[in-house]
């Protein structure tokens, strides 16, 4: 199994990263890191986090990190990160 990154993913991500750095350079660089490393795990347990609350089907799961949700999509060979977002703010 492997991961896709889908790009208005990497878009969502380098917005939040600009904005951690504004701050401190090293947290932002943390912050990647470790998001990169707790997707990474997803592999072995695909299906460990929450049924999305903003979709309706049993392979789109919400994943919680560091007060973002990260949404991603559970395929036979892959899973793809759809999207992340603050939870204090609605999905566009």
């Not at 993913?9 to 470790?34: C, G």
């Not at 990260?70 to 892959?78: D, G, L, P, T, V």
């Amino acid at each position: 199994m492997r991961i896709i990154e889908s790009v208005k993913y990497k878009t969502e991500l380098r917005e939040i990263a600009f904005y951690i750095r504004k701050d401190k350079k090293n947290a932002s660089i943390a912050f990647v890191k470790e998001l990169k490393n707790s997707i990474n795990k997803l592999i072995n347990f695909p299906y460990k986090n929450r049924k999305s609350i903003y979709f309706g089907s049993d392979d789109i799961r919400d994943m919680t990190f560091k007060g973002y949700t990260i949404i991603y999509e559970i395929f036979e060979n892959k899973i793809e990160i759809l999207s992340i977002f603050n939870q204090n703010k609605p999905n566009e």
